[in-house]
């Protein structure tokens, strides 16, 4: 799948600077991005990104300095400077490009108020679907964060094709502060995207037995709403061939010893499948509601086993909401096997709810705020002046 990633904001930038670097690193050429941001600093701390792919935005109202987690402004310029960041994106390039991958966390300033502005106007211009890739802040983090990161989610609902959650507060460990752990979590979630949206590739083994291309993550996300998705990792068992000895003819026939592999790898696969549905999601969320589901096996062409993923698409199937559930095997030269499951248009996530409780209490703190600065100097002696 070739995605063309626009990071917007710190946590953006540096997620798809990390995309490009594992591109780069694969030799895969199949992801290309740019960074769009209100701050100068954050740009420049860029690694992977070409210079001339760092956009800075807003100059003439912030100077460089970032909104300051005001996404109102964040929104405002970049519906202001839309029309550069559309031709930065002509510029590298759109005649190739499967999707747009929007990556922002929506708890700040810029990428929480630009990101659904960007979508709707790439979901104007261009007919190649658009999605939103959003980390949400952890509770700790603020209110304001939390108001801001609600505020953006609601309206990335109406804008984005679909929008893939990664929630910080499920990932950091206990004690731990999301600053701290800011590069562990966006290593574990462009180790999972990545996988995903590198689905179909060809590469020295060629395409899988069952290929899932871009047109089935496409179908699997069509329908809009809130998506999250699975990961489980397995270390790859070299099966050594036993040695011929005095009592090798009263050993098992080589059908019945790999009818026995077969099932030992089909049944490794549906554990795998289950692990990473069951497990930790990028978004915790009851995966009995999401309405479609796509089920990705990579590893060494030899461990993959066609029976397994068949099992492994009808057990999800009977897991869910939806009837609908793609998926296949992604050959590539590692030692390990991995599990991708993406659950698509879920509807009951509790920590979205929660987010959007505390954004709603946060908004009536606002409100009685302003009414007590106004109310301040009513009884107060004459102004100056008027």
């Known amino acids: 799948m070739r995605v063309f990633f626009i990071g917007f904001g710190q946590a953006g930038g540096k997620i798809v600077d990390m995309f490009l670097a594992h591109d780069k690193k694969l030799q895969s050429n199949s992801f290309r991005g740019i960074a769009v941001n209100s701050a100068r600093t954050d740009l420049l701390g860029l690694q992977h990104i070409e210079m001339k792919d760092r956009l800075l935005i807003g100059q003439t109202v912030v100077k460089g300095h970032g909104v300051g987690t005001d ?15 559309i031709n930065a994106i002509d510029v590298r390039g759109t005649h190739d490009v499967d999707a747009f991958v929007v990556v922002a966390g929506i708890g700040g300033g810029t990428g929480s108020g630009g990101t659904p502005v960007l979508c709707r106007h790439l979901k104007r211009i261009y007919r190649e679907p658009v999605y939103a890739l959003a980390m949400i802040p952890a509770p700790e983090e603020g209110r304001l964060y939390s108001y801001n990161a609600a505020r953006s989610l609601a309206t990335l609902a109406n804008e984005a094709d679909n929008t893939l959650v990664f929630d910080n507060s499920a990932w950091k460990n206990e004690g731990e502060s999301v600053k701290s752990a800011y590069d562990r979590l966006n290593e574990e979630l462009v180790r999972r995207f990545g996988v995903l949206f590198r689905a179909g590739e060809v590469g020295k083994f060629g395409v899988g037995e069952m290929v899932v291309d871009s ?141 959007l409780e505390v954004a709603k209490d946060t908004k009536e703190d606002v409100i009685k705020s302003k009414d007590r600065q106004s109310t301040m100097f009513e009884d107060a002696i004459d102004p100056l002046f008027e």
């Open 215 to 355: 047109s089935e993550i496409i179908n699997t996300l069509r329908g809009g709403g809130i998506s999250t998705i699975g990961y489980a990792i397995s270390d790859v068992i070299s099966k050594t061939k036993p040695k011929k000895g005095l009592f090798s003819g009263f050993m098992k026939k080589p059908q019945e010893e790999d009818s026995l592999t077969g099932e030992d790898k089909s049944a490794k696969i549906i554990a795998l499948v289950r692990r990473a549905m069951l497990g930790r999601l990028t978004l915790p969320c009851d995966y009995t509601t999401a309405e479609r589901a796509l089920v990705l096996v990579a590893g060494p062409p030899n461990e993959l086993d066609r029976k397994g993923v068949e099992k492994s698409k009808s057990w999800v199937e009977e897991n869910i909401a939806g009837i609908e559930v793609r998926g296949g095997d992604y050959p590539l030269d590692s030692n390990y096997i991995a599990s991708v499951v993406l659950l698509a248009s879920i509807t009951n996530a509790p920590r979205i709810s929660e987010l």
């Open 71 to 85: 996404n109102v402004t964040g929104a405002k310029i970049t519906a202001d400077e839309i029309d550069t960041i």
